[in-house]
């Protein structure tokens, strides 16, 4: 409808269903015309006009196109509701498919496409084949669209008929447009299908690159899309299909097309060249292509700031993949004051891929920068962004560990946490090569309250506890809280208490140890930690080399004939929750031999052996310990433990 045409929408008249079905079977044409614009008026707002839906279709016997447009809009709406009376205007469609006028030929087609009724279908078929083969371009592009359509509704149908063979015929077409469209409707009816519909062929290949060079963009993305499935028979085919799609680099500008398909197009085609070019062994093949991609990959950045976000994805993909592609171009992903956080998250993202020996001041610089924004979230992404670049480059670690340093003078919390997190995974990246920087960390001590930052840190002092002098006094502070803490910080502290007591094997450490195990595994509910601790327990308490300097004289044997073990896995929980932990178990005939360790708070370490048959009365149990003169205490606490 024109502009003028909005005086059809005003209306608030009541009962003018009666008046319109007046005026819809009037002798004149402008009359009906006008009926007919103020029911499609109606049904565009909301109003029940299929009451009419008789009247509308008398109306379709016209040569007038504006008015057989709006009868066929109103039978797409209506059909569905009104199945059988849609039946009615079979007969004209037929007859509109055979109109000289091809536009009337290509809208009956596409009408009765739209129509989804199984009982229409049917009488499609034979106008659809007809339009398939028809002499106008644009009446073969709506079909070829249609058969899509028809096969959505009815598979089986167009398999029958042949218009798949017939969709394939399309691709030959001397028509760009029609190229385009079979292989946009080959390609939904793939999307559809489990079987193989659509294969590109040497013999397709050809026609698809011939119909590239002249389609319109939407018809490109279609036919770059199909071509990018492809995979090329040799080297010599994947530098002749390169060769002709990089032409099409060169109207890739999103500053002059403001269309989202601009965005998308030289997407496909960076993917489909890069897909080719894992084929070419020739370096100078290579390396033409890819000079040729940078241009318009950059070009993109300049759009606004939605599509600069497809973009900037799309790259991250592809840098990837071919990082040298933009390798010199990595001023343009340098973030501006005023771009959106989404963008400068990807931004960050692509710098980090980018970032090489070459460039890596001037990254460090921009990260640098960004540490000391506003935006908290940014800032964070930023100081890892320095962590994973000295992760990756190696030559490059101590520029970025000397900006981290920097980053914690300046003293702002989050900075300062992240910072210590990062330092973290560098140290783990790069042991014992900037131990140095601990003492700057430590200074940092008391400002942290995040969970991460804390285990990080509690990690560095236990890593490197001999080479921190009050490295139990800086733990002992975490261990005030530690019922307290999360369980990250709980596990770390753990491990870290467990490292100290190895390096440090003297009494300060050994207490707070034993303070630690407790904790860990008495008053926590969480299974990880409880597990983990029993875990260091048992292996602090079998100290192999112990064993074989004891001579066999400290062995001690004792029988308990009243003792019955029905259940092992019982008796092992039950020892465990008395520090008596499980080493290993083995099969002696038909009995069961357990062999545990123990260790009292003197401390004086036991390795125990007991051995029993399942279900029947008596205990053997056998001691080796440094202080034999123990073992008459040591069976007396286990008699009472297992009668219990």
Not at 166 to 178: E, F, H, R, T
């Amino acid at each position: 409808m024109s502009g003028h045409d909005s005086k059809y929408f005003s209306t608030t008249k009541k009962g003018e269903i009666p008046e319109l079905k007046e005026e819809l079977n009037s002798q004149y044409k402008d009359k009906r015309k006008d009926a007919v614009k103020k029911v499609i008026a109606a049904m565009t707002v909301g109003k029940d006009v299929s009451s009419l839906f008789t009247d509308v279709v008398n109306c379709m016997q016209t040569e007038n196109l504006e008015l057989k447009k709006l009868v066929y809009l109103y039978l797409i709406n209506y059909a569905k509701s009104q199945p059988d009376l849609a039946i009615l205007a079979v007969n004209t469609f037929v007859k509109d498919s055979q109109d000289p006028n091809p536009l009337i030929r290509a809208l009956a087609v596409r009408t009765m496409g739209c129509i989804r009724v199984d009982k229409i279908t049917e009488y499609l078929c034979d106008p659809l084949q007809r339009c398939l083969k028809d002499d106008d371009p644009y009446v073969r592009k709506t079909a070829a669209i249609c058969v899509a359509k028809l096969y959505d509704i009815n598979a089986e149908l167009v398999e029958d008929r042949g218009f798949l063979d017939a969709l394939k015929d399309l691709i030959s077409d001397n028509n760009p447009m029609v190229v385009a469209n079979a292989v946009a409707a080959l390609a939904e009816i793939q999307d559809n299908s489990s079987k193989p519909i659509f294969e590109i062929t040497s013999h397709t290949l050809s026609k698809l690159l011939t119909a590239l060079n002249e389609c319109t963009e939407w018809g490109q993305v279609f036919i770059l899309d199909a071509l990018s499935k492809y995979k090329a028979a040799d080297a010599l085919e994947a530098e002749n299909i390169v060769e002709r799609v990089t032409p099409r680099l060169q109207h890739a500008n999103c500053a002059v097309v403001l269309s989202a398909v601009k965005a998308i197009s030289p997407y496909f085609i960076v993917q489909m060249i890069l897909q080719q070019m894992e084929l070419i062994t020739s370096p100078d093949a290579v390396r033409n292509p890819y000079k040729k991609m940078a241009p318009p990959l950059v070009t993109l950045l300049s759009a606004e700031p939605e599509i600069q976000y497809v973009a900037l994805r799309n790259i991250n993909l592809i840098v990837q993949r071919r990082p040298s592609i933009l390798a010199h171009e990595i001023k343009v992903f340098f973030c501006k004051y005023n771009d959106p956080i989404y963008v400068k998250m990807e931004k960050l993202e692509i710098m980090i891929k980018l970032a090489s020996d070459r460039n890596i001041d001037q990254v460090l610089l921009e990260f640098k920068e960004y540490a000391t924004e506003v935006d908290v979230d940014f800032v964070r992404r930023a100081v890892r962004a320095i962590g994973r670049c000295a992760i990756k480059l190696e030559r490059a670690a101590e520029r970025c560990i000397s900006v981290l340093l920097e980053l914690i003078k300046i003293k702002v919390n989050y900075v300062v946490q992240e910072a210590i997190i990062v330092i973290k995974d560098i140290f783990r990246r790069y042991p014992n090569t900037y131990e140095s920087i601990i003492a700057t960390l430590c200074e940092s001590l008391d400002t942290l309250d995040e969970p991460e930052a804390k285990a990080s840190m509690i990690w560095i002092i236990g890593e490197y506890a001999e080479r921190i002098d009050n490295a139990d006094e800086l733990l002992e502070s975490f261990l005030e809280t530690f019922p307290e803490e999360p369980a990250q910080v709980q596990l770390q502290l753990l491990t870290a208490t467990v490292k100290l007591f190895l390096k440090k094997p003297t009494e300060g450490p050994q207490q707070m140890i034993q303070v630690v195990l407790n904790n860990a595994t008495v008053e926590t509910d969480n299974p990880d930690l409880r597990d983990r601790a029993y875990i260091y327990w048992r292996l602090l308490s079998t100290d192999p080399e112990t064993w074989k300097s004891l001579p066999d004289s400290n062995e001690v044997i004792k029988d308990f004939p009243g003792i019955v073990i029905n259940s092992v896995e019982a008796t092992l929980d039950r020892l465990a929750a008395s520090n008596m932990f499980f080493i290993a178990k083995r099969k002696h005939a038909n009995q069961e031999v357990l062999y545990l360790s123990a260790k009292t708070p003197q401390p004086i370490p036991f390795l125990i052996e007991l051995t029993t048959v399942v279900g029947i009365p008596g205990l053997k149990c056998a001691i080796k310990t440094p202080s034999p003169e123990m073992a008459p205490l040591f069976f007396e606490a286990l008699e009472i433990l297992l009668k219990n």
